[in-house]
């Protein structure tokens, strides 16, 4: 694999890190049930979703996506690398309604497009 291919793996783990953190999140979160009003509950309920396995994978996640962002921003300009990362909305909608079945209209669908048209944009400037 050339050296330049290997740089992007950077950019593309931080993407799936990020990812999988805010599929994890919203997947595990609803265990815990609404956030509560008073708050000393707020932090009952914030502690008590922060030790539960999965959503404690997440901040792991979060931490190599930044471990792997810094590696990236030694080998590409930011304002090149950062635009990529933008798929991640298109990533996150297409996976969430496989994953958890939430729906997707025309007007995600078309909101979409434009990022990924901004993207192809962007990357080619």
């Known amino acids: 694999m050339s050296n330049r291919l290997i740089d992007y793996v950077y950019i593309f783990l931080t993407m799936g890190l990020t990812v999988y953190g805010q599929l994890i999140v919203k997947w595990r979160i609803a265990k815990f049930g609404a956030m509560p009003s008073e708050f000393h509950e707020k932090l009952k309920f914030l502690l008590s979703a922060s030790l539960d396995p999965y959503i404690f994978s997440m901040f792991v996640a979060a931490f190599l996506a930044a471990v792997a962002w810094m590696v990236a921003m030694t080998k590409f300009e930011l304002s090149y690398a950062f635009p990529i990362t933008s798929l991640n909305f298109v990533i996150v909608v297409v ?18 497009a434009f990022i990924v048209f901004g993207v192809t944009v962007a990357s080619r400037a």
């Open 95 to 112: 996976l969430s309604n496989y994953l958890l079945n939430e729906p997707v209209s025309l007007q995600k669908l078309v909101g979409l």
